[in-house]
């Protein structure tokens, strides 16, 4: 069992950054493809960045290409997404997620197995 909390959250203005961090406990995640999901509000979740175990491998969606970036720290257990350049359509509550096995679907919220809370991030137009 892992279990995430995810800090970083907040109100920031359009252009501005916010670094996101999802902290896992219980469990090394060194062992796990990690990913960052997203949900409006009346919209399905999506899926945002993941980053394969050994942090050599990264996906994004093409909403945040370039301007997001997803990394981790296995020493402290810890991902990390790194938010710039925000826009008001990034508005969201963001959720980190682990993987136990390793997916090529890793933009399916299905294959994921554990799931923080999530923080909310709103971006003022």
């Known amino acids: 069992q892992v279990h995430m909390v995810e800090s970083g959250g907040g109100l920031v203005q359009a252009g501005g950054s916010l670094r996101l961090s999802c902290v896992a406990s219980?469990?090394?995640?060194?062992?796990?493809?990690m990913g960052w999901f997203r949900q409006a509000p009346g919209k399905e979740r999506e899926f945002v960045a993941a980053?394969?175990?050994?942090?050599?491998?990264?996906y994004y969606a093409d909403s945040v290409k370039g301007r997001f970036t997803i990394s981790r720290d296995n020493a402290k257990n810890t991902v990390y997404l790194q938010m710039n350049s925000l826009k008001p359509e990034d508005t969201a509550v963001y959720c980190c997620?682990?993987?136990?096995?390793?997916?090529?679907?890793?933009?399916?919220?299905?294959?994921?197995?554990?799931w923080g809370q999530g923080t909310q991030v709103t971006v003022s137009s």
């Open positions: 997620a682990a993987d136990r096995e390793i997916s090529s679907i890793y933009y399916r919220s299905s294959v994921y197995d554990y």
């Open positions: 980053i394969r175990r050994s942090g050599s491998t990264t």
């Open positions: 219980g469990h090394t995640i060194s062992l796990y493809d």
